[in-house]
């Protein structure tokens, strides 16, 4: 029998979630991270079969570490029976030694988003400054995008542009230093009030932080932060 690991549980959120999650059991693992953007509905996820994630509910968030190999995950509505609900999505392949993404799920199509997080967890293998990678992704059906803004950073740092972000669209930052302050807001285009925010943070040295806004309208919608430790590489 193949070896999955579960590496968080799952956070409930009203309108707003942090989830932590380890550290793979090994290097060559692959992680998968799901994050259920339906409004009033559920997710299940089956590995190979198994349901390892059950009524994942709306805003949050379940990681799982996969043994390389031959892999089938679904992904379905919540229903009686292994995965009988309606399918989101069904892959067939092979999982490769640090297979490292995001899937969100939205209600609207296209109704699977798919990151590649590789680029944002690998750290030089001498790090200098501590680094703590973290990127904002809109996964939300909200009509023109959100905007996020970052107004205050402490060691100050090169002014950050207003960027509007569409679904799917993603604001990454790969080499922010650890323990800088920052205070930052998300909101709707033209609007002035916040949909989330102002938000203060200090993120952890050789630690990668994801923001993700789900949902369909103002009132339903989420962020949900996933938090996990940067994986260095090995030295032969």
């Not at 707003?16 to 339906?38: E, K, R, T, Y």
């Not at 990681?63 to 229903?79: D, F, L």
């Not at 998300?186 to 989330?196: A, I």
Request: proline residues 8%; charged residues 15%.
């Amino acid at each position: 029998m193949r070896r999955t690991r579960q590496l968080i549980g799952a956070m409930t959120a009203t309108t707003f979630a942090i989830v932590i999650l380890a550290a793979p059991a090994s290097a060559d693992d692959g992680v998968l991270a799901f994050i259920s953007g339906i409004p009033g509905k559920a997710i299940d996820v089956c590995i190979d079969g198994r349901e390892v994630i059950s009524e994942l509910r709306y805003g949050q968030a379940e990681a799982w570490a996969i043994e390389p190999g031959p892999t089938t995950v679904k992904v379905a509505i919540s229903a009686r029976g292994r995965c009988q609900g309606r399918t989101l999505q069904q892959d067939v392949g092979t999982v490769l030694p640090g297979l490292d993404s995001t899937w969100a799920f939205a209600a609207r199509a296209p109704g699977v988003l798919w990151w590649d997080n590789a680029t944002l967890g690998v750290l030089p293998a001498v790090p200098t400054l501590g680094g703590a990678p973290f990127v904002l992704r809109n996964a939300s059906d909200l009509r023109g995008g959100v905007v996020w803004s970052r107004f205050l950073t402490f060691p100050v740092l090169m002014a950050t542009e207003n960027p509007t972000l569409n679904k799917g669209q993603e604001v990454p930052f790969t080499d922010w230093p650890g323990n800088a302050l920052f205070a930052h807001v998300v909101s709707r285009p033209g609007r002035f009030e916040p949909l989330f925010g102002p938000m203060y943070d200090t993120l952890a040295p050789d630690t990668r932080t994801e923001y993700y806004v789900v949902g369909t309208t103002s009132r339903n919608a989420r962020l949900v932060r996933l938090v996990r430790p940067v994986v260095l590489p090995s030295v032969m």
